[in-house]
């Protein structure tokens, strides 16, 4: 038997916040204490320091924005109206203070984490991304959980495979599209703009800034 699903348009922000070197940080930490730590059911502190990475995070975005859902290594939230949202440079401080806080979490746990080996000093190599987009979206109530569709949310999930680090090196930065950007008023000093274009889609044009 279907149940009915509870739907509603929505147009607003749409915000990722990605840790860099996630995947290949835990691979080699899964890998190294494999005979170890797994062998009699403890748990890595990788594994935690991740959480906390992950909880800081929402601790600094939500609010002003609403958690949609953690997504391994990202964290994906949106806005249903450009008023709940920082505008101008104050969305900049917004993101550049959230990344302040990842480096902060990430350097008091490496003082008190006990295990120097090589896979788990790769955790210095972690970095943060952030991309924002603005558009239309469905919000869809399913099992007591908030799930967002559409084709502008999917074009933000595309975004965090883009060409940002050729423009400015390795390092956390934000990409904010110019939808977004135009949408709230976000300043254009500091930031390289690029061109990103994927399947289905017409060619998406974005800013990138530097947040190191």
Request: charged share 20%.
């Amino acid at each position: 038997m279907l149940h009915p699903i509870r739907t509603g348009s929505a147009s607003g922000p749409l915000l990722l916040a990605d840790i860099s070197g996630y995947t290949g940080f835990l691979q080699a930490v899964s890998e190294t204490h494999r005979d170890d730590a797994f062998a009699d059911g403890r748990v890595p502190d990788a594994y935690g320091l991740v959480a906390s990475l992950l909880d800081g995070i929402v601790g600094r975005i939500v609010p002003p924005f609403t958690l949609s859902k953690l997504e391994g290594d990202a964290v994906f939230a949106f806005a249903r109206d450009d008023a709940d949202v920082p505008r101008g440079a104050a969305l900049l401080d917004c993101l550049t203070a959230c990344y302040a806080a990842f480096r902060e979490r990430l350097g008091g746990a490496r003082q008190i984490w006990t295990c120097r080996c090589s896979a788990c000093a790769r955790v210095e190599s972690l970095e943060l991304k952030f991309v924002l987009h603005a558009g239309s979206y469905v919000v869809q109530t399913v099992a007591g959980s908030t799930e967002l569709i559409g084709s502008e949310v999917v074009l933000a999930h595309r975004l965090l495979k883009n060409h940002a680090t050729e423009l400015i090196g390795h390092g956390a930065y934000a990409l904010i599209t110019e939808a977004a950007a135009a949408r709230l008023s976000v300043p254009a000093g500091g930031a390289r703009a690029l061109t990103e274009t994927y399947e289905h889609y017409p060619p998406t044009a974005a800013r990138v800034y530097s947040l190191r």
